[in-house]
């Protein structure tokens, strides 16, 4: 059996921004019998484009053709169109509507073709709307695929961002919300810059035994509960007071202020689960109003560490687990972190984010971030 066919009409009006482009194709399209099938409104710097697709009889074509022609004499507007028979393409299967969102510094043409060309062949874009938010520039490409296909296609759309070095995300945007969203963070070079513990270690003279830990614990080459024993043992017996100069020290991830917001006024939660300490971090962090913060502990005895660590170590497994419960109701659950000890949580959310983040997290992530910038993170998730 053949497709069904329409008569369909295709308008496009350009011109110098005004109050309402749209008015004068829309009026002049009112006397007569058409459906509207889509349109869209589209303004670059001082002008703008308008896209209109009507059904429409045939009988019409010519009377509204007529009146199209005589916006564009008047001078202010210029209108193209185009009228033809379209026969619906036969169904090939089930399929899906996605939206590709690229967040990056500078997009660049060769970015757009390289996130877009495992699409070739399978599908055309339905839409493809770039813009700019202070400093940073966000591609929505929207397209449809068959189910059958997406998770391959996903994954070679994936492995483009990650090569190309820009952050990205694939969103069904049937399923697709924004709000409730729980958000789980890494504290130490993730929403802070620093290590507390390499500071402290710093401040105490034993600053290059405690980084090469900490760095061989981060790769993966180290567990991490044994690491941070081994790290804290180097303290004892100094001083406790180091504390409130490390504290001194510490400062947020740029956009970190300003994430934790914008997850509040979209009634989601906003965590932190740290192999750090609460010792340096609560005080610090108190003023954000976050929804939780886990750390570990310091035992201090008259004024001074005793090289060990009070109570659970927050370590790899507890950071997933903390992930899982705090993510109860939510609609979605996401976690960042940057280095090994953070790879349960990230495989164990929903979207996993990797920032500035060690190889052997990067490799597990759903998305990278190469850039200190929680602001990636708010346009990637649609805010």
């Given at each position: 059996m053949s497709a069904p066919t329409k008569f369909?009409?295709?308008?496009?009006?350009?011109?110098v921004k005004q109050?309402?482009?749209?008015?004068?194709?829309?009026e002049a399209l009112s006397p007569f019998s058409v459906k509207v099938l889509s349109s869209e409104l589209m303004h670059v710097r001082d002008r703008f484009i308008f896209s209109l697709l009507i059904e429409l009889s045939p009988d019409h074509q010519e009377a509204i053709a007529s009146d199209l022609e005589e916006i564009t004499k008047a001078g202010e507007?210029?209108?193209?169109?185009?009228?033809?028979?379209f026969a619906n393409p036969a169904s090939q299967g089930e399929k899906s509507q996605q939206n590709l969102r690229i967040v990056a510094r500078a997009l660049?043409?060769?970015d757009l073709l390289g996130v877009s060309t495992p699409l070739n062949g399978?599908?055309?874009l339905h839409s493809l709307r770039i813009y700019s938010d202070g400093d940073l520039q966000v591609a929505d490409i929207g397209y449809e695929l068959l189910a059958s296909e997406l998770e391959f296609v996903s994954g070679q759309i994936k492995a483009a961002i990650k090569g190309l070095g820009l952050a990205g995300a694939i969103t069904d945007r049937s399923e697709h919300t924004i709000g409730n969203e729980s958000v789980i963070l890494d504290m130490d070079s993730t929403f802070i810059n620093e290590e507390v513990i390499d500071l402290l270690a710093e401040l105490a003279g034993v600053g290059a035994e405690v980084a090469a830990i900490t760095e061989n614990a981060m790769q993966g080459n180290l567990d991490f509960a044994t690491s941070l024993k081994a790290r804290v043992e180097l303290l004892k017996g100094k001083p406790a007071s180091l504390l409130d100069e490390a504290r001194?020290?510490?400062?947020?991830?740029?956009?970190?202020?300003?994430?934790?917001?914008?997850?509040?006024?979209h009634q989601g939660r906003v965590g932190i689960v740290s192999g750090g300490f609460h010792d340096v971090i609560d005080q610090f962090l108190e003023p954000l109003g976050l929804d939780l913060v886990k750390a570990n502990r310091f035992e201090i005895v008259d004024g001074l560490f005793t090289g060990k660590v009070l109570g659970e170590i927050v370590d790899s497994a507890v950071k997933a687990e903390t992930l899982k419960i705090f993510s109860q109701g939510a609609s979605r659950a996401i976690a960042i972190g940057?280095?090994?000890?953070?790879?349960?949580?990230?495989?164990?959310?929903d979207i996993g984010i990797a920032f500035c983040a060690k190889p052997a997290l990067a490799a597990e992530a759903d998305l990278v971030i190469n850039e200190r910038d929680?602001?990636?993170?708010?346009?990637?998730l649609g805010y």
């Open positions: 369909t009409g295709l308008i496009l009006a350009s011109g109050s309402d482009p749209t008015r004068v194709v829309i507007i210029d209108v193209a169109y185009e009228f033809a028979a660049t043409p060769a399978r599908t055309d001194s020290r510490i400062s947020l991830t740029a956009g970190a202020s300003e994430l934790v917001a914008k997850i509040h006024s940057d280095g090994a000890n953070d790879i349960a949580m990230i495989n164990s959310a929680l602001r990636y993170v708010e346009l990637i």
